[in-house]
Every structure is written in C-alpha cells, then in structure tokens.
C-alpha cells in the first residue's frame, strides 16, 4: 500500500494500530499575558451564542509523492467534516469541562470556506458561530526518511495553533501552543494514525488546561449600529470597502462583526460608543462614493434592526 493511499484510508476513519517506537519532543510557546475582554453575545439569525470555543484547524498531509492534502471541517459548514484530529481535541476539551462548539446546519459565507484562515477571518467566523474563543492554526504531517538498516518509516507532526476572542477587535493571539513529533514504525499506516491520536490529544490537553486556568469573558460587546454588505461575490470588494471606511475622519478601526450567506456586517470603531449623527455621516459618505468598479446602493427598508443595508452594484468601466 502506498503512504498516500495510506493518508486516504486514514482520513476514512481507518483505526488500524500496531505497536510503533515514537519518538516525542513537545515544546509549548505560551505568549505574553493579556487582558480581560468584555464578554459578547454573537448571534446568527437571532440565535444565541454557544460560549464555548470553536476549532478551526487545518490538516494538511505531505505525501512521499509530493501532493498535499488539506481538511478543514468548514469546507462543508451544513455538515460538518470533522477531521480526527478535531474530534480527539473535541472530546478531550469535553473530559476538561470545556465546551466544544459543534455548529450544526451553519450557514457560512463562501468567503470563509478556506483552508489556513487568518486570524482576522477566524475571529470573525467564530462570532458568526456562536463561539466565545476560536483556536485556529494547523497540523501538518510529513513523510520523514526510512531509518536504515531496518527500514523503518517515519513521519513527522507539527501543530501551530492560536487562541484568540470570537468577534474582537483585536486578533492577535491569547496564547500560542506548538506541539512537534516524529513516529517510527515498520508500517506507515499505524505511524501515521497513532501520530494523529497523539498529536490531537497533546494540544487538545494544552488548550483545555489553558482555558479552565484563564477561563472569564471575552470578546466586545456591541449595541452599534452595523454596516451590511450585500452580495460582495468576493474578497477585494470588502478588502476595499474596509480601507476606504477607514479614511474616514472619524473612523479609527472597521472589524467583520459577524456574516452569513450573501451578507456581511461591519462594525467602526468596534468597543467605542459612537454618537449616532456621527455613524449616519459615515453612512452618508459611503453612499455618495464610487469604488473602482462598483459602488454601494443603500436600501433603506432594510428589515434587520440595527443593519444600514448596502448593495454592491458593478460599474460599467466608465463609471457609469
């Protein structure tokens, strides 16, 4: 059986072990400590928020031919495709007490269905989800050399993972957890499944005894008025919404405050309390501008209390 078939058959749920030597070395970086965020209640649809943490971590599989495969669980929110290494950490988050969200029937815009988010995007996804806390990084695996003279094979994790508040301003990391290992074995199959267990069970330890040590609330919360974009179709158009927001005189920081199909919701200068002549200016101003290639188109009986609704509409290139 070849190592990628090998990969293949794991990703199936293949739960094959046999006795391998491993060889261990964890090392664990915990950034510096942080302050105490005030708690938020994201919603989706006016559903509450779970308050527990969300994984969104990446598996990426380096074959012996070179080709990569990557999971994410979020690739198909409706149902999700937990990884193994998601469910271990879930079910060890759980034994800790702490509470592994599991989004059922999620409806994610297609902005955010990619592998490797940044820590940007999975703050604001994990609000949008309901979540308190996102651990968001990777787990890479990687063939290693056979060990000569007995041939044996070898592979090599390694997870970088960060903690970061759902819905913050904020998005550098809480805290930071590496985990690095490397197995060995007469059959690739059974190192790389009990890497993945081992691996898995180590930062979900990590996290679970990080979060019941700083366990408080987190996140900001908001009674601002909201900034809703409407049919974006892709990535730049909200990249140059947000720079132009930020021009702005009165507009210090622009933050995704959550999003669903076909609509996300800005938020200007998120954790401050803006007098409301003020955010209807910045309303106003976004109106009357002309973006290259499109512009926004208010709909002022937008149903969503507390949701200034804005259309993209393409521009012809002469601007008309």
Do not use: C
């Amino acid at each position: 059986m070849t190592f990628q078939a090998s990969l293949q058959q794991l990703l199936n749920g293949n739960k094959a072990v046999k006795s391998v030597q491993v060889l261990i070395v964890l090392l664990v970086g915990i950034s510096i400590s942080f302050g105490s965020l005030s708690s938020a209640d994201a919603q989706q649809g006016g559903a509450k928020a779970s308050r527990g943490v969300l994984l969104l971590v990446s598996e990426e599989f380096e074959g012996a031919d070179a080709k990569n495969t990557v999971n994410f669980w979020w690739s198909s929110p409706q149902n999700p495709a937990w990884t193994k290494s998601d469910t271990v950490m879930m079910d060890v988050l759980r034994k800790a007490g702490v509470n592994a969200v599991d989004p059922q029937n999620a409806n994610i815009s297609r902005i955010y269905r990619t592998a490797n988010l940044s820590m940007a995007n999975a703050s604001a996804l994990g609000s949008l989800l309901g979540a308190q806390q996102v651990i968001v990084g990777q787990i890479r695996y990687r063939e290693l050399a056979p060990v000569m003279p007995l041939n044996l094979a070898g592979l090599e994790a390694d997870a970088t993972l960060h903690l970061l508040a759902a819905g913050s301003s904020d998005v550098s990391a809480m805290k930071r957890f590496t985990v690095e290992r490397q197995g060995f074995g007469v059959d690739r199959e059974a190192v790389l499944d009990d890497m993945r267990l081992q691996t898995a069970q180590a930062a979900g330890g990590l996290i679970s005894g990080t979060l019941s040590k700083s366990s408080g609330p987190v996140g900001i919360q908001t009674t601002e008025r909201l900034i809703g974009l409407k049919n974006i179709g892709n990535a730049s158009i909200l990249a140059d919404v947000k720079a132009f927001l930020k021009e702005i005189e009165s507009v210090e920081a622009v933050v995704e405050r959550w999003a669903s199909e076909g609509i996300i919701a800005l938020e200007v200068n998120p954790g401050k309390v803006d007098n409301p002549d003020g955010i209807e200016y910045v309303l106003r101003v976004l109106e009357s501008h002309s973006f290259d290639g499109f512009r926004l188109v208010r709909n002022h009986n937008a149903p969503v209390g507390g949701l200034a609704e804005f259309y993209v509409e393409p521009l012809m290139r002469d601007g008309f």
